[in-house]
């Protein structure tokens, strides 16, 4: 079985702490130990046997860095894109890779979440694989426990797939909702949160690729070096998108594992306790005194609240990045802003 771990992303919603030089997937957000590092580990430690880490040009040396302090470093492969393309282009270098292994387990993995139940964890890609050995293309959705406006959604089937438990047909893909949405799928109880992990047979990511994205299947069918040749002009799709909303052969895995996607400082909150007044610190130096709902990330220096209230506060060195905290998912924007300011420096 093959793993293919996704890092060539930018991580912008975590600035100032994921940046253009070290994007997320390279830092030490939980422990000190980096997200691909962590999910390095447990890809291996669920049965994977080859790991093949997808990135970008740019980002090739830390891969390359990580990979080589590794002691397994023999079973791990690194391929690179020229540019950003999106992970449907992305999945494709693997295709173009191993196509010539048609049937092959290939596991698709984001390089960024977190995982608090590994046996959980394991359990369910073990249910993906019996899906995937009957020639389903399975994607792991995670129950919700909250109303999150931050992720996906997968509406699930009542009925099962073959004779695996909690392997279910797929009724259809949702977009990030509205609170009052979210809700609504929370207290539905078929709704999950999609948590972008693909799990299929070589040929029939092929076939898929084939019916559904011609454009990206006719250059990978060609081999790996002419497909990397041509990446300039590919389109840039997502494989939710350009696979799982088209394809008949979806099948959705139920877990329940403490899983966490790391895409927003709100995400990284939810790994932390909070004190009683729902104040959050992740760091060593860090004073709150008459606060509430602030969530702080500290690095270098000391961090002082006082009399202040839900309040988003990362300190990186650097930078020092100040926002209410209901603010978390415009991260982004800000960043956005400070491209067209050029201030790179920041970036």
Same mark, same amino acid.
């Given at each position: 079985?093959?793993?293919v771990?996704?890092a060539?992303?930018?991580?912008i919603r975590l600035?100032p702490e994921?940046?253009?030089?070290?994007p997320k997937q390279?830092c030490?957000?939980v422990?000190d130990?980096s997200?691909l590092? $962590?999910?390095?580990d447990r #890809?291996i430690?669920?049965?994977f046997n080859?790991i093949v880490?997808i990135?970008s040009d740019?980002l090739?040396?830390?891969v390359?860095q990580?990979?080589? *302090?590794?002691p397994?470093?023999?079973i791990?492969?690194?391929?690179?894109?020229?540019?950003?393309k999106?992970t449907a282009p992305a999945v494709?270098?693997?295709?173009?890779?191993?196509q010539?292994?048609?049937?092959e387990?290939?596991?698709?993995?984001?390089?960024?979440? $977190?995982?608090?139940d590994? %046996?959980?964890?394991?359990n369910?890609?073990?249910?993906?694989?019996?899906?995937?050995?009957?020639? $389903?293309?399975?994607?792991?959705?995670?129950?919700?426990n909250?109303?999150?406006t931050?992720?996906?959604y997968?509406?699930k089937?009542?009925?099962?797939?073959?004779?695996i438990?909690d392997?279910?047909?797929v009724?259809?893909?949702?977009?990030?909702?509205?609170?009052?949405? +979210?809700?609504?799928?929370?207290?539905?109880g078929?709704?999950?949160w999609?948590?972008?992990?693909y799990?299929?047979k070589?040929?029939i990511?092929m076939?898929e690729?084939?019916?559904h994205?011609?454009?990206?299947?006719?250059p990978?069918a060609q081999g790996y070096e002419?497909?990397?040749d041509?990446y +300039?002009?590919?389109p840039?799709?997502?494989?939710d998108y350009?696979?799982a909303?088209?394809? %008949?052969r979806? +099948?959705?895995?139920?877990?329940?594992f403490?899983?966490? %996607?790391?895409g927003?400082?709100?995400a990284?909150?939810?790994l $932390?306790?909070?004190d009683e007044?729902?104040?959050?610190?992740a760091g060593?130096?860090?004073?709150?005194l008459?606060?509430n709902n #602030?969530?702080v990330k500290?690095?270098?220096?000391?961090?002082?609240?006082?009399?202040?209230d839900?309040?988003?506060?990362?300190e990186t060195?650097?930078?020092?990045?100040?926002s209410?905290r209901?603010? #978390? *998912?415009?991260v982004?924007?800000?960043?956005?802003a400070?491209?067209?300011?050029?201030?790179f %420096?920041?970036?």
């Amino acid at each position: 079985m093959i793993s293919v771990i996704l890092a060539g992303g930018k991580g912008i919603r975590l600035w100032p702490e994921s940046r253009q030089e070290k994007p997320k997937q390279f830092c030490r957000l939980v422990d000190d130990r980096s997200m691909l590092d $962590h999910t390095i580990d447990r #890809c291996i430690n669920t049965g994977f046997n080859r790991i093949v880490i997808i990135t970008s040009d740019d980002l090739l040396p830390h891969v390359q860095q990580l990979v080589q *302090q590794r002691p397994d470093n023999s079973i791990i492969e690194i391929l690179s894109e020229p540019e950003g393309k999106n992970t449907a282009p992305a999945v494709g270098l693997a295709l173009a890779r191993y196509q010539a292994e048609p049937d092959e387990i290939i596991a698709v993995f984001p390089s960024d979440h $977190h995982i608090l139940d590994n %046996d959980g964890f394991g359990n369910t890609i073990s249910k993906a694989v019996q899906a995937a050995n009957n020639n $389903h293309i399975a994607i792991v959705g995670v129950m919700p426990n909250r109303p999150e406006t931050g992720y996906g959604y997968i509406e699930k089937s009542r009925w099962e797939v073959s004779e695996i438990p909690d392997v279910f047909q797929v009724s259809s893909f949702r977009e990030k909702p509205d609170l009052p949405t +979210a809700e609504s799928y929370l207290a539905a109880g078929n709704y999950m949160w999609n948590a972008g992990i693909y799990i299929g047979k070589t040929s029939i990511f092929m076939e898929e690729f084939m019916k559904h994205i011609p454009q990206l299947y006719e250059p990978i069918a060609q081999g790996y070096e002419p497909y990397r040749d041509a990446y +300039a002009l590919l389109p840039s799709i997502s494989l939710d998108y350009g696979i799982a909303e088209k394809s %008949d052969r979806m +099948a959705v895995v139920s877990g329940d594992f403490g899983w966490c %996607d790391l895409g927003s400082w709100n995400a990284l909150a939810e790994l $932390h306790q909070q004190d009683e007044r729902q104040n959050i610190c992740a760091g060593q130096d860090v004073v709150i005194l008459d606060s509430n709902n #602030c969530l702080v990330k500290q690095t270098e220096k000391t961090i002082v609240l006082f009399g202040v209230d839900n309040l988003l506060v990362v300190e990186t060195g650097d930078v020092i990045l100040i926002s209410e905290r209901q603010r #978390c *998912q415009d991260v982004r924007s800000l960043v956005e802003a400070l491209n067209r300011e050029q201030r790179f %420096d920041l970036l």
